[in-house]
């Protein structure tokens, strides 16, 4: 059985005091539920601190090269050294707002799975590719250039986020066939592509999950959890997803 994946994305938010708070509220909540997996992409500089809360810690970003003179990024055996567990991939707002490209990040999976380090590819439409039926088209499109040199052996390194832009920080989340349709295309494409440990590879779904829609979003027999932004910001809203996910 795949496990269950609820991973918080706090994006650029959160001070130093309010990562606290939010710890001091997580503390005294129950997130004890061995079938499923907790994990928090801070902003980099609460890496090592959250790390030390013995949580499943991960950043948000890393770069393609393994070291040198990248001002301002960070190296996987970098993040290795403080035990950050995993990282994103082919985030849209990476892709769209920092114009990172399916070349850059093929390169950061190559990277990623030379160091053995896991990561979460993730992939989605954006609103006009979806209206002119091109969503599942771009969807195998962005998963076979990352996952080009991927090699079957290595499936464990590898969770997908299928994240459609237009469903992400708006309020509204794709509806229960549109994601259905979605993991199951993913599934063939990773099937077709790695052979049948496919079948271990968690698929996850983001954009606007939040305490009302979770518990529909999540009876999806193909949705293996959720990558979660604005609803993860405070820890009692984000234990309702953390209920949801094990009802
Ligand atoms: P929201 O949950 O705020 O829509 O963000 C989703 C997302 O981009 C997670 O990576």
Redesign the pocket.
């Known amino acids: 059985m795949r496990k269950k994946i609820l991973a918080a994305?706090w994006k650029m938010n959160l001070t130093q005091p309010q990562v606290l708070d939010w710890l001091k509220v997580f503390h005294d909540l129950d997130w004890h539920q061995p079938q499923q997996e907790l994990r928090i992409y801070p902003s980099s500089i609460y890496l090592k601190e959250l790390v030390s809360t013995g949580l499943h810690v991960g950043a948000q970003n890393v770069f393609a090269e393994q070291k040198g003179a990248f001002t301002g990024e960070i190296a996987v055996e970098q993040l290795q050294s403080i035990d950050v567990q995993s990282v994103l991939i082919g985030?849209s707002e990476r892709r769209l707002i920092f114009k990172e490209d399916d070349a850059l990040i093929a390169q950061k999976v190559r990277t990623c799975t030379g160091a053995g380090f896991p990561f979460i590819l993730?992939c989605g439409e954006a609103i006009e590719q979806r209206e002119q039926g091109q969503h599942l088209a771009h969807v195998e499109s962005q998963l076979k250039s990352a996952l080009e040199q991927f090699d079957p052996a290595q499936h464990s390194l590898l969770t997908i986020a299928y994240?459609p832009i237009w469903?992400?920080?708006s309020g509204m989340s794709a509806r229960t066939d549109q994601i259905s349709e979605m993991h199951a295309f993913i599934r063939d494409f990773l099937e077709k592509e790695l052979g049948a440990i496919a079948h271990q590879i968690p698929i996850l779904y983001?954009?606007?999950?939040n305490s009302q829609n979770a518990s529909e979003l999540f009876s999806c027999p193909s949705v293996d959890g959720a990558?979660?932004?604005?609803?993860s910001l405070d820890a009692q809203h984000f234990h309702q997803l953390w209920q949801a996910l094990s009802a």
């Open positions: 994305n985030h993730c994240e469903a992400i920080g983001g954009g606007s999950v990558l979660v932004g604005g609803a």
